[in-house]
């Protein structure tokens, strides 16, 4: 099979890789605004989709890691082809589509350095990857980013808390949920600033293996544009299954928590570009909003769903370095064994969608209205809404019982 065709479907697949990156990551801005009643559901992720786009613009620290960091490409005579490339994407979209399927936060970074490591580790040996940057740029900043994230949404709510006093005051609710259109923003700009070079990272990789590009070259300015274009693409999707997990699922999310805890994402992971650390978003926006759920007094951490949460962080890397590596030992039997790869690999994201249409409610506008609404009501709004109802039900069921009384009376004096 010619080198340039399969440089060109790594290029396919890392681009729907970045695709899935953005409505699977669309939770980590929007969840808190959508949840508090800041934004509406569809305008929430219109901003997030338009801030990727440009936050992908703004620096290539964190694509150089992946393309001459993690991945010794071109040093020590180690030799990573294309399809290995490939091998790993799969491994990566797989994992994705598997995670979002179920509503669970886990970490589209790792997904992609699993699937990678994974096929390097099988198709050239430990000598392919670069542990020591592994270490110092992925596995301590994935350690310690929730933490630190934790902690300053924590000490932010504290604060807000602190400085308003009164935290269910309807005007200071409704101060912080315009705070939050503004921290919000913050976090799909750090997203994009973030997620987007990733992909970058793994073209320029791809193009350096194919001999497209000398080693150590920056992403080309067309593959910074096409991997913006994609994850903006894809954070307008939407995602709600996530939505709804980091929206509700962690903690009954109020207006200064959700601005709390974007405001920690925020610097969090614009720090984290600045330094070229690729860590995930998605671990650091979930450290946020339980720190800012533990930072409200009264405030209660569903810890059922987060113990999930952090299981599918610790399992993410290497089950999608097992895929990657089990692709790469197919890919090794040459064209048969990429096509092979190829039509699994199809086979696999088709079924994972179908399989995904049994809940087809999850994208409805009732369900974002229910996402959006929960939170923004107290828990004693709440209560009165379902006595309400409840009473509305009943109402309901007197004036039918009435009704059958008043019709079976009259069909007896009728005869």
């Known amino acids: 099979m010619d080198l340039t065709f399969i440089v060109v479907l790594v290029i396919v697949l890392a681009i729907f890789f970045d695709f899935t990156n953005g ?26 989709a338009v801030l990727n786009l440009v936050g992908a613009f703004l620096s290539t620290t964190v694509a150089a890691t992946i393309s001459g960091g993690i991945i010794r490409e071109g040093r020590g005579g180690v030799d990573i082809t294309p399809a290995m490339i490939f091998a ?36 050239a040996g430990t000598g392919s990857v670069d542990f020591g940057v592994v270490f110092s740029k992925v596995v301590i900043p ?39 259109i503004f921290t919000s923003s913050m976090v799909a700009l750090a997203h994009g600033t973030n997620d987007a070079q990733k992909t970058m990272g793994v073209i320029t990789l791809a193009l350096i293996a194919g001999g497209f590009v000398p080693t150590g070259s920056a992403p080309p300015f067309w593959v910074i544009l096409v991997c913006a274009c994609a994850i903006a693409a894809g954070t307008y999707t939407g995602g709600w299954r996530i939505i709804q997990t980091l929206g509700g699922g962690l903690t009954d999310i109020k207006a200064t928590q959700g601005f709390s805890a974007e405001a920690a994402t925020a610097a969090t992971v614009l720090a984290s570009s600045h330094l070229g650390f690729a860590l995930s978003t998605t671990q650091v926006a979930s450290g946020s909003i339980i720190g800012a759920g533990l930072g409200r007094r009264g405030g209660a951490i569903q810890w059922g769903t987060a113990g999930k949460i952090v299981i599918a962080w610790f ?28 039509v699994l690999g199809l086979a696999a994201i088709l079924a994972i969608f179908i399989f995904s249409r049994r809940r087809p409610a999850e994208q409805s506008n009732a369900l974002e209205v229910d996402v959006a609404l929960n939170s923004v009501m107290t828990r004693q709004e709440r209560r009165a809404a379902v006595k309400r109802r409840s009473d509305d039900i009943l109402a309901t069921r007197r004036r039918l019982s009435d009704e059958s009384s008043l019709f079976t009376l009259g069909q007896e004096e009728a005869s």
């Open 23 to 48: 409505f699977h990551d669309t939770a980590n801005a929007m969840a808190t605004p959508i949840a508090t009643g800041a934004l509406r559901p569809r305008v929430a992720v219109g901003v997030a």
């Open 88 to 123: 790993g994407l799969i491994g990566a979209v797989i994992w994705n589509l598997i995670t979002w399927q179920r509503g669970l936060p886990s970490s589209s970074s790792h997904a992609l350095f699993g699937g990678l490591i994974g096929a390097a580790l099988v198709g």
């Open 142 to 180: 994935a350690v310690l980013a929730p933490l630190v994230a934790g902690l300053a949404g924590f000490l932010a709510t504290r604060l807000a808390y602190r400085i308003t006093r009164r935290p269910v005051e309807k005007n200071h609710r409704a101060g912080f949920r315009v705070g939050q």
């Open 315 to 342: 399992i993410t890397l290497p089950a999608s370095a097992a895929i990657g590596a089990l692709c790469e030992l197919v890919a090794r039997f040459g064209v048969v064994g990429l096509l092979v790869d190829a």
